[in-house]
C-alpha cells in the first residue's frame, strides 16, 4: 500500500484531510487511479445505469476529488452532474474535465448551503471509507435529495460494520427504500497484490417519496 494511501487512511481531522488531498491533487488521477487500476468510480456508474430513472437528476457527486466518476457517466449519460468535496485543490483537477456543471467546496460534515430536495441522485465512489466520511452525514444527503432521488455509494467493507454504516442505514427506516447491496472489488488485475481482495460494498436506496414527513 503506498504511502499516501495509509495516510488517507488515517485521517484524523479536516485540516489533515485538506493538506493530504492538496499534496496529491496533481498525481492522484495517475498515482492512485491509474497505477491500480481503481475500479469504484466506473462501478458506481455502472449500477446508476442499472438502477437509475427518468428524473433522477441533477447528480450529486458527493466526495469527487478529481473527478473519476464524471470521467464514466459522461459516456453514456447526459444528466447534469455537480460535485462536491472538502479539497479545493482536488476539484481544481476535476473542473478541467468539463463534465461538470457545478463545482461546491464544502465540509460534508457541516450543513451544507445546499436547499432541500435540489438533487436527483447522489453518486458516491471511495469517499465512506478508512479516515474518511462516517454514516452521520446521511441525513443531510436525504435533506437535498428530492423524494425518490436515488443513491448509489460505495462503502468499504471493511468499515460496514465497524463504522456503523450498516446500523445507520437500518435506522433511516421507512425514509428509505429498495435498499440494494453488490459487493465487489474495489481495485482491477493490474492492481499492487496486497490490494486485489479489497472490496466494497456498492449501497443502492431510495429517498422515500413521504420521507420528509416522517
Known amino acids: ?17 485538506i493538506n493530504l488531498y492538496k499534496a496529491w491533487s496533481k498525481n492522484y488521477d495517475c498515482d492512485f487511479a491509474h497505477n491500480n487500476n481503481y475500479k ?9 445505469l ?24 459522461k459516456k453514456y449519460s ?8 472538502i479539497s479545493k485543490e482536488m476539484l481544481d483537477q476535476a473542473e478541467q474535465k ?7 467546496v464544502a465540509d460534508l460534515n457541516q450543513k451544507l448551503k445546499i436547499a432541500d430536495n435540489v438533487y436527483g441522485a447522489i ?10 466520511l462516517g454514516p452521520n452525514i446521511f441525513g443531510e444527503l436525504l ?12 462503502i468499504h467493507e471493511e468499515v460496514f460494520l465497524k463504522n456503523g454504516f450498516k446500523k445507520a442505514l437500518e435506522q433511516l427506516g421507512k425514509r428509505i427504500v429498495g435498499l440494494n447491496f453488490h459487493k465487489v472489488n474495489i481495485y482491477g488485475k493490474m492492481a499492487k497484490k496486497e490490494k486485489i481482495k479489497d472490496k466494497t460494498i456498492i449501497t443502492i436506496f431510495r429517498k422515500a417519496i413521504n420521507s420528509d414527513h416522517l
Open 1 to 17: 500500500m503506498s504511502k499516501k494511501l495509509k495516510d488517507a487512511y488515517s485521517l484524523n481531522s479536516v485540516e489533515d484531510t
Open 40 to 48: 469504484s468510480p466506473q462501478n458506481v456508474v455502472k449500477y446508476f
Open 50 to 73: 442499472k438502477y437509475s430513472r427518468k428524473g433522477d437528476s441533477p447528480i450529486l457527486d458527493v466526495g469527487a476529488g478529481t473527478g473519476l466518476i464524471s470521467i464514466h457517466l
Open 78 to 85: 447526459l444528466s447534469k452532474i455537480h460535485a462536491i468535496d
Open 98 to 104: 468539463n463534465s461538470y456543471e457545478k463545482i461546491i
Open 123 to 132: 453518486l458516491s465512489a471511495g469517499t465512506f471509507t478508512h479516515g474518511h
Open 143 to 154: 435533506r437535498i435529495v428530492k423524494p425518490g432521488g436515488l443513491f448509489v455509494i460505495t
